[in-house]
């Protein structure tokens, strides 16, 4: 009885494993990109035009592989071009949202990072989407009295 249990626990942290890795896949066709990022924080530029080449590796900033973000999207792009100096919380439905970039917070309240691709606002979310070669990622602070 108890190898029968053994055996299921191995098969279901297995499932486990499969299932993040095919959740955090790069969808087909997604491939490597020269991506340039910038942050904007309240006062001063936090990062300026950075080019990055995008990768496959899954970014995971809560320690749920679940959560994980694909490494052709925004927050991939993010990751490399500030080397992981930057914050999140997640809340289910809407996934990752940002509360700091290098040193600087914003996690709610009357401002809150806003992200645009290629001079559009996403609504997509940092995790959203793939970002591609000659893509440009804007973080910059935003006010929600602005969105009126």
């Given at each position: 009885?108890?190898?029968?249990?053994?055996?299921g626990?191995?098969a279901?942290?297995?499932?486990?494993?499969?299932?993040?890795?095919?959740?955090?896949?790069?969808?087909?066709?997604a491939?490597p990109?020269?991506?340039?990022?910038r942050v904007?924080?309240a006062?001063?530029?936090?990062l300026?035009?950075t080019v990055?080449?995008?990768?496959?590796?899954?970014?995971?900033?809560?320690?749920?592989?679940a959560?994980?973000?694909?490494g052709?999207?925004?927050a991939?792009a993010l990751?490399?071009a500030?080397?992981?100096?930057?914050?999140?919380k997640y809340?289910?439905?809407?996934?990752?949202f940002?509360?700091?970039i290098k040193?600087?917070r914003h996690?709610?309240?009357?401002?809150?990072w806003?992200?645009w691709?290629?001079?559009?606002?996403?609504?997509?979310?940092?995790?959203g989407?793939e970002?591609?070669g000659?893509?440009?990622v804007?973080?910059y602070v935003d006010?929600?009295d602005?969105?009126?």
């Amino acid at each position: 009885m108890q190898l029968h249990r053994c055996a299921g626990a191995r098969a279901g942290v297995l499932l486990a494993v499969l299932l993040t890795a095919l959740a955090t896949a790069a969808p087909a066709g997604a491939h490597p990109g020269r991506v340039t990022v910038r942050v904007e924080g309240a006062k001063r530029t936090l990062l300026p035009a950075t080019v990055v080449t995008t990768r496959e590796r899954a970014v995971v900033k809560d320690g749920v592989a679940a959560h994980g973000c694909l490494g052709f999207s925004p927050a991939g792009a993010l990751e490399l071009a500030t080397r992981g100096a930057w914050t999140v919380k997640y809340t289910d439905g809407l996934g990752y949202f940002i509360t700091g970039i290098k040193g600087e917070r914003h996690d709610g309240g009357s401002q809150f990072w806003s992200l645009w691709v290629n001079g559009r606002q996403s609504s997509e979310g940092i995790c959203g989407g793939e970002v591609e070669g000659g893509d440009s990622v804007l973080l910059y602070v935003d006010r929600a009295d602005n969105l009126q």
